[in-house]
Nanobody, 128 residues
């Protein structure tokens, strides 16, 4: 079992920046892919960015490329999402996710159901 605890988030004006962090605990050696998804009411959870845990391959949704950066600290079992140039449409509940399967490219952003481990979610609100 893996537990994920998120921190960060909050409210910011358009054009601002926020940082989200996710710390994993438990059987972390089993993790192959970690990342962030987001969800707004009435819509499906969508992938934002994922990374092959302990590797270098990182994947981003087109809507956040060039604005968001996902990094990892393998020794601290932490992934960090740095968000800049935020837009009102980035407003959502952001979830950290992990799975025991490699990210395998941008498909990792399209398959929330294949992630068995989730954090509790942290709200990001961007005002215009």
């Amino acid at each position: 079992q893996v537990q994920l605890v998120e921190s960060g988030g909050g409210s910011v004006q358009a054009g601002g920046s926020l940082t989200l962090s996710c710390e994993a605990s438990g059987n972390t050696v089993s993790i192959d892919c970690m990342g962030w998804f987001r969800q707004v009411p009435g819509k499906e959870r969508e992938g934002v960015a994922t990374v092959n845990y302990g590797g270098e391959s990182t994947y981003y949704d087109d809507s956040v490329k060039g604005r968001f950066t996902l990094s990892q600290d393998y020794d601290k079992n932490t992934v960090t999402l740095r968000m800049s140039s935020l837009k009102p449409e980035d407003t959502a509940l952001y979830y950290c996710a992990a799975r025991e399967l490699l990210c395998m490219g941008e498909y990792s952003l399209r398959s929330a159901a294949k992630y068995p481990y989730w954090g509790q979610g942290t709200q990001v609100t961007v005002s215009s």
